[in-house]
């Protein structure tokens, strides 16, 4: 499963308005520029982002674009399935059991890792607030973070 611009743009977004919280609406072109999207781009995300109540807007000369809920409230999967449909490494296990119309869902012997992929993949994204993602430090390209085993 290969996450398309359209969802990396809209979690970036997401990110970017997080980090303003509570200072008040952005506009498209400040969100454009502090999360590195280009402006055209940006406006047509928006608009799944309000239908899905994770961005409100606001009128006028101050006006713009603001999260609906706070950052700790707002969980990378819902801007995930806001912008990309439900989560679906293959049409047999995506979340949108009408979309699940393969004939070999009955006996198929492979179905089980497809789904525990869905999950998985489920279960991080779900995990993750827009608090956590402005939270963590951000890693230099190139570098990997490592996990150090602890012996008993």
């Not at 970017?16 to 995300?45: H, V």
């Not at 961005?55 to 819902?78: M, N, Q």
């Amino acid at each position: 499963m290969k996450v398309s611009t359209r969802g990396e743009y809209g979690v970036r977004a997401m990110v970017a308005l997080a980090k303003r919280y509570g200072t008040g609406p952005a506009s498209i072109s400040t969100i454009s520029q502090e999360s590195s999207i280009p402006y055209a781009y940006l406006e047509q995300l928006i608009a799944p982002l309000r239908q899905a109540g994770l961005v409100e807007s606001r009128r006028g000369a101050a006006g713009g674009y603001f999260l609906a809920h706070s950052p700790s409230e707002t969980r990378v999967g819902d801007i995930y399935r806001a912008m990309e449909g439900p989560i679906a490494p293959m049409d047999c296990v995506s979340e949108d059991v009408d979309v699940q119309t393969c004939p070999l869902i009955p006996n198929c012997e492979t179905r089980p890792v497809w789904m525990r992929v869905r999950d998985s993949i489920a279960e991080t994204l779900d995990s993750m607030t827009l608090a956590d993602l402005i939270d963590e430090p951000v890693m230099p390209a190139g570098t990997q973070a490592l996990t150090v085993a602890t012996l008993p």
